[in-house]
Nanobody, 115 residues
Framework: QVQLVESGGGLVQAGGSLRLSCTASGRMFRIDARRWYRQAPGKQRELVAA???????SYADSVKGRFTISKDNAGNTVYLQMNSLIPEDTAVYYC?????????WGQGTQVTVSS
């Protein structure tokens, strides 16, 4: 069974940076996509960034040019580098791996950006 553990969240001032990490453990035959979502209070969970097996990336319009998604060579860890943070980025951030049996979610990590 695949498990995802996130780290790197915290409190940061507007304009600052944070780097989130998500490491997978367990038996994985294939990971088709690695994604970061976020959910702010009272809002729906939204897709922030994604990276495919081949390394192609995509981003929500609200984070383009500020966030960067990447993965390590083994593919078991995915990162989200977040720069120029704004208060609207405040949310719980979740990593998500798409595997043949479906979606696997991390427990979430809180990111709070103060103005």
């Amino acid at each position: 069974q695949v498990q995802l553990v996130e780290s790197g969240g915290g409190l940061v001032q507007a304009g600052g940076s944070l780097r989130l990490s998500c490491t997978a453990s367990g038996r994985m035959f294939r990971i088709d996509a690695r994604r970061w979502y976020r959910q702010a209070p009272g809002k729906q969970r939204e897709l922030v960034a994604a990276i495919t097996r081949s390394g192609s990336t995509s981003y929500a319009d609200s984070v383009k040019g500020r966030f960067t998604i990447s993965k390590d060579n083994a593919g078991n860890t995915v990162y989200l580098q977040m720069n120029s943070l704004i208060p609207e980025d405040t949310a719980v951030y979740y990593c998500n791996f798409l595997v043949p049996l479906g979606n696997v979610w991390g427990q979430g990590t809180q990111v709070t950006v103060s103005s």
